[in-house]
Every structure is written in C-alpha cells, then in structure tokens.
C-alpha cells in the first residue's frame, strides 16, 4: 500500500533516514517511491496500515502520515488518479463523520477557494456527518507551490491514518530544562540521534562525552537503559545541586539512568571485548573553545601518587586530574574503534563531527572495518557544517578483515590546539567561502545512504 508522508520543514537531510531507521527498527520494509528533500511530502510503500502507524509513531522530523488516494500535476489529473482506483474503498467510510484538510505549500487559499476545491470531490459519495472536531476519518488534499506561483505544480489527496511524536519535542524542550549547558544537544535533534541509533526498549546505550545527558534522555524517553562518562567530572556531579540524575528525575525517566562515571575515551574502565552495547550515541568536542585534552601529561609523568591533607588527591570530590593534547583525527578513530569492540552485532553508532563548507577544510567520513556507514545528514550553518555519522556494527560473518579504521590516515601531530585539529585552525583562521551548497561526502566518495541494514 502507498502512503504519503508530511514533513516538518527543518533538518531535510536527516528526514529520510530517519524513516529508514525506524522501519528497519521494526524489521518492515519500506521502500520510498517519491522523495526530495526540497518537498515537505514523500510517497513510500508499506505493507500495511498498522505498518505505516508504527513507521510514523516515533519520527520526531514528519507530522503525519496519510493512506494516498491519488496524486496528479493538476486537480484534473488527480481526480482521474483516484477514480482509477477501486470505488470500494470510498464505501468504506460512506456513513462514517468526517472532515476536509487543506495543506498548501508556499501558497494560500481563501475560504471560498478551499470550499469550491472541497466540492470537486463530492463524486466520493460521503453521507456521514461533518464534524471539524474529532471525526472518524480526516481527509486533506495536498498542494505543492512554487514560490510566488498559485497555481501548484503538484496535489495529492488522503486518509489521515497516523500521526508522529513530533509534540514531544516541546516537552524535552531546554527551555524548561533543570540542568544544562552552552553545550547542550537541543532535544530535537537529540530525539532524532536516538532515532537514527535505534534506542529501544531493552537496549542499552553508552555516551562517552556526556555533558548534561541529553542523548541519555533522549535514549530513555524511547525505552532504552542509559549510561555516560565525561573526562570533566563537574558535568557528572553537577553544580550547586542539579546534575545528570535531575534531568531524568525531572521527566520520570530515572529507571532508565544506569548512572555516569568520569573516565576519557582513550581510559575507559568499560572492558574491551565485551560487546555489550546496543547504541553508542555521542557529540564529541569539537575543540574551537578549548583543544581537546585527554587523562595524561605531555611529559609522560605525573603518575605518583598526590597527597593533600594526608588522603590521595585523587579520591577527593574536587580532584581534577592532569591532561594532555590529543589530536581531533585521533579521537574520531578512538571513538570508531571503541565502537568495533563494545557494540553487539546490528548495534549502532551516532556520531556528530563538524566540517568545514570547502574543500580545503573538509575531513571524510572516518571508517572502520567491522562498522558499515548507514547514513550521513548535514546539518549547514554558514562557512562551516557539522554531519550526523551512524554506523551499523557488522556481524562477525560480514567482516571482511578485522582492521583499525580507515577515515583519518594521517593522525597530526604537534603540540598545540591547532597542530592538533585542523578545524580549529581553519575555524580560527577563517573559511573560504564554499563554492557550492554543502555535501555530506567528499569528492569521491559514495553516498551510504543507499546502503540498507
């Protein structure tokens, strides 16, 4: 059965995977007929009504989703489209309440227009009641505009059947948030990372740069268990009070919290080998404000142990441990190779990494052997942008050979933020301006998104 899908009209990029994610989360089979991400609708195939509502339910970037009854370039091609189709299935809601929809895209209509367009379908034979609120069945008629242009260019016609979780993105909302910071994920795009990772019941979830929790919420509002480190234990323990454990008290969500330990990536007491995880979902620091650090000295040193008041400095509460560069390039390997070891067969990874608009600026998509590249959605600002890498861990058997990832073969060296991290030299130095709109890939290389896990 064909539906049509409404979007929202934000992050386009990242619309059409995460309807992927969630179908392959539900093991159905979806397959897009009609999709652009300049179009604030798409027409896929489901197997069925129950499907489609259950494809919809958890999308946070659509509204609804509507069984499709025909679709044309003008109004006379899309009545001929739906009397090409049984006539039994208008039977079906005959007696039943019902309304009419108008959704116009970058166009409006007057009321005497919608009415006159309303009555070109009286051919459909409805007798039931007309109620505007809480009828049995919503109807809506479609147009795609061009901007400036009334006539659209576009019109499909449908059944509401289901509607998404898009409203929860007011509740998570950081506006109303007990405990955060500048550098917090905003709970939209913090809910479709979950998405795209499949959080789920039963599964548990890791965050290895977890800041203020905001994946761990995102994780536990879909049912997942979740759990974090920092190598700054200030954003576990919190300030004056609020931490971690507030915000998932905050929204009832604290038998999801496993709990948050401070430890660095490249020092994590988690065992390597035991691949436990079902989702690692993380925003690494980019490094702009300050270089990136990790537990060590640059002289190697510093491992005797520190005494103050006669108890080892580092068991007290405000202990801050020494630290030491590390290379941006190498951290997004680490973060790879960590994932190869701890994720279970089919679990996933969700990683935010920035990127600058040129050429110049511009790293790849890290890879790893044993982790297959799903999909990759950008997110543009101005001179710069910052992509959504997810990964699916492969199964043992699907593993060509074992080996150390791919993306960033020249790790830098050096001794200062930006001998370290190129985009923060770049960011510091300024961006070219881009010569085109920005891609998610670099010259060469293909897209994954086609890839299905």
């Known amino acids: 059965m064909d539906y049509l899908v409404r979007f929202a ?54 509204k609804n989703i509507y069984e499709l009854w025909g679709s044309g370039s003008t109004y006379q091609a899309l009545h001929q489209d739906i009397k090409r189709r049984p006539s039994t299935l208008w039977q079906n809601y005959k ?25 070109g379908f009286r051919y459909l034979g409805f007798e039931g009641p007309i109620k505007l609120k809480d009828p049995q069945h919503t109807f809506c008629i479609f147009e795609e505009c061009e901007w400036g242009v009334q006539e659209p260019k576009r019109v499909h016609f449908g059944r509401l059947i289901g509607r998404s979780s898009r409203g929860i993105v007011d509740t998570y909302t950081l506006k109303k948030r007990k405990y955060l910071s500048t550098t917090s994920m905003d709970s939209e795009l913090a809910l479709v990372t979950a998405n795209l990772t499949q959080a789920a019941p039963g599964k548990m979830f890791y965050d290895p740069f977890v800041g203020t929790g905001s994946f761990l919420i995102a994780s536990g509002h879909f049912g997942a268990f979740a759990m974090g480190s920092d190598i700054d234990g ?58 990136l650090k990790v537990l060590g000295s640059r002289d190697g040193g510093g491992k005797e142990v520190m005494y103050i008041d006669g108890e080892p400095a580092h068991l007290q509460n405000h202990y801050l441990p020494p630290k030491k560069p590390y ?127």
């Open 9 to 62: 009209q934000v992050h386009e990029s990242f619309r059409k995977p995460e309807l992927q994610a969630l179908a392959d989360l539900s093991r159905l089979d979806l397959e897009f007929l009609d999709y652009s991400q300049y179009s604030p609708h798409c027409i896929i195939r489901l197997p069925n009504e129950d499907a489609a509502r259950t494809v919809i339910s958890r999308s946070i970037l659509s």
């Open 95 to 119: 007696s039943s309440s019902f309304k009419f929809e108008i959704h116009a895209y970058q166009a409006k209509r007057s009321l005497a227009e919608q009415d006159a367009l309303i009555q």
């Open 327 to 453: 290379s941006f390039e190498a951290m997004l390997d680490d973060i790879l190779a960590f994932a190869a070891g701890s994720l279970a067969q089919g679990g996933r990874l969700s990683l935010w990494m920035p990127t600058a608009n040129d050429d110049d600026g511009e790293l790849g998509v890290p890879r790893h052997g044993c982790l297959e590249v799903v999909s990759v959605c950008v997110q543009g600002f101005n001179k710069w942008s910052r992509r959504l890498l997810t990964y699916r861990r492969l199964r043992d058997e699907e593993v060509k050979e074992e080996q150390q990832p791919t993306g960033q073969a020249k790790i830098k060296t050096g001794t200062t933020a930006n001998d370290l991290n190129s985009f923060r030299k770049r960011y510091f130095e300024g961006f070219k301006e881009p010569s085109t709109v920005p891609s998610p890939f670099r010259q060469g290389e293909a897209d994954p998104t086609t890839h299905k896990s």
């Open 234 to 291: 200030r954003a576990i323990r919190g300030k004056n009070g609020p931490n971690i454990l507030t915000n998932f008290q905050q929204y009832g969500l604290v038998n999801k919290h496993l709990d948050d330990f401070v430890a660095d990536l490249t020092h994590s007491p988690l065992r390597r080998g035991h691949r436990f995880l079902d989702g690692i979902i993380c925003d690494p620091p980019y490094g702009v404000r300050e270089g």
